[in-house]
Nanobody, 122 residues
């Protein structure tokens, strides 16, 4: 069983930057595709970014393309989401997810973290 723990959420000003991290334990991190998702109250959880385990290939939602960057460090069992030029609409809870299928957008995740809240001031 894989456990995922997110950190790095907080308050940031619109146009600023924030770094989210997710640490995995209890499984084989290096063979899992890793992704970030977000969910606003009353809304479906939506895909933000994903990174494959096999070749480091990445994919992004159109809404964050060019602003967010996902990366992973298999030695540290960590996946990072670098958020730049954040917008008010980026404010919500962000979740780390791990899955077996690629592309991650539209795929079900095998494991989820509990989320970290991102708040953006205008």
């Amino acid at each position: 069983q894989v456990q995922l723990v997110e950190s790095g959420g907080g308050l940031v000003q619109a146009g600023g930057s924030l770094t989210l991290s997710c640490v995995a334990s209890g499984g084989t991190f290096s063979t899992l595709n890793m992704g970030w998702f977000r969910q606003a109250p009353g809304m479906k959880r939506e895909f933000v970014a994903g990174i494959s385990w096999s070749n480091g290939r990445t994919e992004y939602a159109h809404s964050v393309q060019g602003r967010f960057t996902i990366s992973r460090d298999n030695a540290k069992n960590t996946v990072v989401l670098q958020m730049n030029n954040v917008k008010p609409e980026d404010a919500t809870v962000y979740y780390c997810g791990a899955g077996l299928f690629w592309p991650m957008m539209g795929s079900g995740m095998a494991y989820w973290g509990k989320g970290t809240l991102v708040t953006i001031s205008s």
